[in-house]
C-alpha cells in the first residue's frame, strides 16, 4: 500500500530502528517495518461495488497527454517556457548535521546512476520536474543492490506504464505497473515508488498539467500560422495570368487557338528554364497582357490576435515576457513584479521536490546506518540583471556610508554642547 509519507516521520523511524540495531545500517527488508497508521475519511465515499477494487485503476496518462506533447512540439513559446522554468528552478545542496557525513552525501548525490546513461540526483530531478510540468504527474522509482545494501540506481518511469489503484481508504493508494500482459498489478515494493500529483482537484489522486487551459488557445495560435503560411505561399510564390486577345485581322480570327497555344508553350518554357538558372525573354507580337494572379491583395494582420493568444500562454505559464524574447512596451517596474511573481511560482515547485530529494537521500543514509538529519538548501534566484545589483548595493554602501557620517557628526556636537 503506498501513501504520501513525510519525511520528518521517515527520519524519526529511521533513527529509531538505527538506534535499535546498535547503529548497524538497514537493510532493504528493513523498509517494510515502517508503517504508518490508517484512518478513515469521513466524507469520502465507501466502495460498495463488489467489483470496484477491479474497475477503479486509475492510468496516470489522460487521452490530452499525448496533446501536451505535442503543443511542446508545435509551439516553440511553451516548450521555451517550461525550459525556462527548469533551469531557473535551480540547482540545490543537501546539507547533512553531522558535518563527517557530508562528503559521503555529496558524493552520492553528484555520482548515482540515473536510468541507463547518466548520472547525478539533479538529472532526476529535472526530469521529474519536466513530467510534472507537462502532464500534471511524475514517477520515480529507487532500484537498490542485489543485497539491498546501497541505492544503485534512479528510474524515471513513464505515465503510461503506471496505473494507481484507491486504497482501502481515501489517504491510501497503490501503484500498478503495466505488464507485457497490459494489465496492471501492484509493484512488489512500493516503498521504493516516488510519485507527486500536480495541484489535484479535491478527492483526485491524479495531478493536472500545467499546460491544462491551453489547447484552445494553441490550437488558434496554429490556425493563425497556418493560414500565414497558406497566404505566403499564395502570394509571394508568384503566379501569371497571360492573357491573348485575338486582333481584327484575319490572321489572329482563323489561327488564334495557334498562336494562343505557342504563346503558353513558350511561356511555360521561359518559367521552367529559371527553376535552372536560365533567363529567358517573352516576345510576344499582338494584344498580350501578363499580370500577377492576387498582385492586388494584401497578407492580413495578424500581430494584434497572435499577440492576444502569447499573452494568454504567457499569464498561464508564470513566464516574463522578455525572458522569452517577446518585446512588448512594458515599464522596469512591471517586468520586477513580474519577475517577483515567477520567484513565487519557482518556490512552489521547489517545495514540491524538496520531499523526493529527502526521500532519496533519508533512505541513502538509512542504508549506510546513518541516522542523521538533513536538509535541502537551494541556490538563491536571482532574476535581476547583474549590473542593476552591482548599482543596487553600491547606492546601499554609499547611503549606510553617509548615515554613518552623519551620526558621528552629531555625537561630536552634542560632545562639543556638553563641555
Known amino acids: 500500500m503506498f501513501s504520501a509519507v513525510k519525511a ?18 538497514l537493510k532493504f527488508k528493513d523498509l517494510f ?9 469521513q466524507t469520502a465515499r465507501h466502495k460498495s461495488h463488489p467489483y470496484e477494487s477491479w474497475m477503479g485503476h486509475i492510468p496516470l496518462t489522460t487521452p490530452d497527454s499525448g496533446l501536451y506533447g505535442a503543443m511542446r512540439e508545435a509551439v516553440p513559446i511553451i516548450d521555451a517556457a517550461l525550459d525556462k522554468i527548469l533551469r531557473l528552478t535551480g540547482s540545490f545542496r543537501v546539507i547533512c548535521s553531522d558535518s563527517s557525513k557530508q562528503r559521503a552525501l555529496d558524493d552520492f548525490i553528484e555520482n548515482v546512476r540515473v536510468g541507463p546513461c547518466t548520472f547525478g540526483l539533479r538529472r532526476f530531478v529535472n526530469c521529474y520536474l519536466d513530467s510534472l510540468l507537462t502532464y500534471g504527474n511524475a514517477v520515480g522509482e529507487i532500484v537498490p543492490t542485489q543485497d539491498g545494501g546501497d541505492i544503485y540506481a534512479l528510474y524515471n518511469a513513464k505515465l503510461s506504464d503506471i496505473h494507481i489503484l484507491p486504497g482501502k481508504t481515501a489517504l491510501e ?3 500498478c505497473a503495466v505488464t507485457n500482459a497490459g494489465r496492471p498489478e501492484p509493484v512488489k515494493y512500493p516503498q521504493l515508488i516516488l510519485f507527486t500529483p500536480l495541484n489535484p482537484q479535491s478527492g483526485e489522486i491524479r495531478g493536472a498539467s500545467i499546460l ?14 497556418s493560414s500565414i503560411g497558406t497566404n505566403f505561399e499564395r502570394i509571394a510564390n508568384l503566379r501569371y495570368a497571360v492573357t491573348y486577345n485575338p486582333g481584327s485581322s484575319g490572321v489572329d480570327k482563323y489561327h488564334a487557338r495557334e498562336i494562343a497555344s505557342t504563346i503558353a508553350a513558350q511561356w511555360s518554357d521561359a518559367m521552367a528554364s529559371s527553376k535552372t ?10 494584344d498580350v497582357g501578363i499580370k500577377v494572379i492576387g498582385a492586388d491583395n494584401q497578407m492580413i494582420e495578424t500581430e494584434v490576435p497572435v499577440r492576444q493568444m502569447l499573452e494568454q500562454i504567457v499569464a ?11 518585446h512588448w512596451s512594458s515599464t522596469e517596474r512591471m517586468s520586477t513584479q513580474q519577475a517577483d511573481i515567477l520567484t513565487s511560482e519557482l518556490e512552489s515547485y521547489r517545495q514540491l521536490l524538496d520531499g523526493v530529494i529527502l526521500r532519496i537521500c533519508n533512505l541513502w543514509l538509512a542504508m549506510q546506518g546513518w541516522g542523521t538529519r538533513i536538509r535541502v538548501e537551494w541556490n538563491d534566484i536571482n532574476l535581476q540583471d547583474q549590473v542593476e545589483t552591482a548599482n543596487a ?8 556610508s553617509l548615515e554613518s557620517e552623519l551620526e558621528g557628526g552629531i555625537s561630536d556636537e552634542s560632545k562639543a554642547v556638553h563641555h
Open 8 to 25: 520528518a516521520d521517515f527520519t524519526r523511524w529511521q533513527q529509531q530502528e538505527t538506534k535499535s540495531k546498535g547503529g548497524n545500517s
Open 316 to 326: 498561464k505559464l508564470g513566464i516574463p515576457p522578455f525572458m522569452l524574447g517577446l
Open 33 to 41: 517495518s515502517f508503517q504508518q497508521k490508517t484512518h478513515t475519511v
Open 277 to 286: 538558372g536560365v533567363i529567358k525573354d517573352f516576345v510576344a507580337v499582338g
Open 173 to 175: 493508494a497503490q501503484i
Open 393 to 400: 548595493r553600491l547606492i546601499t554602501a554609499q547611503a549606510l
Open 212 to 225: 491544462r487551459s491551453l489547447p484552445f488557445v494553441s490550437d488558434v495560435l496554429m490556425k493563425i500560422f
